[in-house]
């Protein structure tokens, strides 16, 4: 029986989405991060520390921290053949003058939780939990149609092969303690058990040509994975130095076990009528003109997917440079929180301080997204089964970035202005550019604001993120997925080709809690 690659089309999506590496975020979680364009390692005064800085827990007070970035990004695909020359979703249809236009996701505004408490235990030991995600934009959704100026109505959209949905919820939870070896010395580590639901659905062709190497929506299939990973075992280590009065230094680290999540996967054959609208559902055995489902436990019972992604590791280093304010007196002193240990806090003792970061992020060990099936998964409307081994590289290449950022402390314990600004080289190749993640040469601006009422700080934050795009002049390397007519089941033609940008707002808010 023929070899039919249905559902392999989700490979195209996978290692952008999932991976949850420096390549698809921004920085980072937590209204005082993001505000400072993440250039907050050696600063460190927050909760959230117990994952981005576990050191820091041994300086700061009991408290617990909540944070909420609501994430808009805008991603656009203009579709091009080789060449650079314009083409569309069948030979026929292109004939006409129905060509593909630019195509933009649709959903586009995504909240992004964080939690994080610390208890300092005694002078030199802090403990924290942290529940933090990863930094990403959130759901990624397209259309299956798209408009044209050529023909009344929509035709198959041009980035239906790449992704129709990135849709998961990944979760970074992490138990960290700190350490002061001396007062000005301190040590952390954390333990993460991740977690990652994943949501993914993309098109995959049928019968492919040599002789006429185009796509041709007649014979299209909608694939959809959902799976799951309930235990992601990781690690976070880090070190902060107080070298004098004004200067910190830091350094953090984090490795993890990839995310092999299990699952269940699903194909709609026949999506496409002859006049490139969707199908209507087959109700009955032998029905003609309509798609036929595909599931996966129906067949071979659960878990009938498998999908195993690296986690790259994560390296920072970090310089802050703070001028102390003069000792309060009076009633000043009065009026200030008083901590039953040591503890750093800006907006208490600092006039200003500047941080400068840099990172590195090992994306090329997730060069390749491990997809596997269970055997003799037959496909309902076409002709073979799924693969058993659909492993696909990603073309992912080590990132490195800049960070710097402060805050000044306008009112002394009351309230500060916070700026920064990050930049990260590109962490793909023009020619293996997707549509669920730009990452490209990109960077960003960012300002925030601090005020504190008692014992709690509420804080608000932006961002503007930009991005350099990524442009192949329509000459890629992604293939769809063949059900038939290639020795590899893959399109003779790549369908990548073509130009994609990425812009994105973000917007923070949350507050801090000491007791």
């Known amino acids: 029986m023929r070899v039919c690659r249905w559902l392999v089309a989700t490979l195209l999506v996978l290692p952008r989405a999932a991976t949850a590496s420096s390549a698809v975020e921004y920085p980072d979680n937590g209204p005082a991060q993001l505000s400072r364009g993440g250039a907050w390692l050696a600063t460190a005064s927050d909760p959230i520390a117990g994952y981005y800085n576990p050191a820091a827990l041994a300086t700061q007070p009991s408290g617990v921290g909540l944070g909420l970035n609501v994430a808009m990004q805008k991603i656009c695909f203009t579709r091009r053949g080789p060449g650079g020359g314009e083409i569309g979703p069948s030979p026929g249809l292109e004939a006409t003058g129905a060509t593909y236009a630019e195509a933009c996701n649709t959903e586009r505004a995504n909240v992004v ?38 023909r009344q109505a929509p035709i198959p959209a041009p980035q239906r092969y790449l992704s129709l949905e990135v849709q998961g ?124 489902t595909t599931r996966s436990k129906e067949q071979v019972g659960e878990d009938g997917a498998s999908v195993t992604l690296s986690i790259p590791m994560e390296l920072r280093v970090g310089a802050r440079w703070h001028v102390p304010r003069a000792a309060a007196s009076g009633l000043a002193r009065e009026r200030q929180r008083v901590d039953p240990h040591p503890t750093r806090d800006p907006l208490r003792d600092d006039v200003y301080d500047i941080e400068l970061d840099l990172t590195w992020a090992n994306n090329s060990a997730a060069d390749v997204a491990k997809i596997r099936f269970a055997e003799g998964i037959n496909v309902l409307g076409a002709a073979g089964t799924v693969p058993t081994n659909a492993d696909r590289p990603t073309g992912y290449r080590d990132s490195y970035g800049a960070r710097l950022g402060g805050q000044w402390n306008a009112l002394r314990d009351r309230a500060a202005l916070r700026l920064g600004t990050w930049v990260e080289t590109s962490a793909v190749p023009d020619d293996h550019l997707t549509v669920t993640g730009v990452p490209a040469l990109r960077g960003g601006v960012a300002g925030g604001l601090v005020f504190r009422v008692a014992r709690t700080d509420l804080e608000l934050g932006y961002m503007r993120a930009w991005n350099a795009g990524l442009d192949n002049g329509g000459d890629g390397k992604l293939k769809a997925i063949a059900g038939s007519g290639s020795d590899d089941n893959r399109s003779y033609h790549a369908v990548n080709g073509g130009k994609v940008k990425q812009s994105a707002h973000v917007f923070s808010l949350g507050g801090v809690v000491r007791f």
């Not at 208890?119 to 990403?136: C, D, F, Q, Y």
């Not at 076990?257 to 002859?274: C, S, W």
């Open 113 to 150: 939780p964080s939690l994080a408490g610390v208890w300092r235990a005694s002078e030199k030991l802090g403990v924290g939990l942290t529940i933090t995600p990863p930094s990403s934009y959130g759901r990624v959704l397209w259309p299956d149609l798209v408009s044209t100026d050529a």
């Open 169 to 292: 919820t990944i979760l970074w939870p992490t138990l960290a303690v700190g350490y002061s070896i001396t007062e000005d010395v301190h040590v952390g580590a954390g333990f993460v058990a991740g977690i990652a639901l994943l949501r993914l659905q993309s098109m995959s062709m049928g019968n492919v040509q040599q002789t006429n190497p185009r796509d041709e929506f007649i014979n299209d299939s909608k694939s959809l994975v959902e799976a799951k990973d309930l235990f992601i075992p990781g690690g976070v280590a880090s070190v902060l130095v107080e070298l004098s009065e004004n200067l910190d230094v830091a350094a953090w680290f984090r490795a993890s076990d990839a995310i092999r999540a299990k699952g269940d996967l699903e194909v709609v054959a026949g999506y496409y009528t002859q006049g490139g609208v969707r199908s209507t559902q087959c109700t009955t055995a032998g029905q003609a003109d309509c798609a036929q």
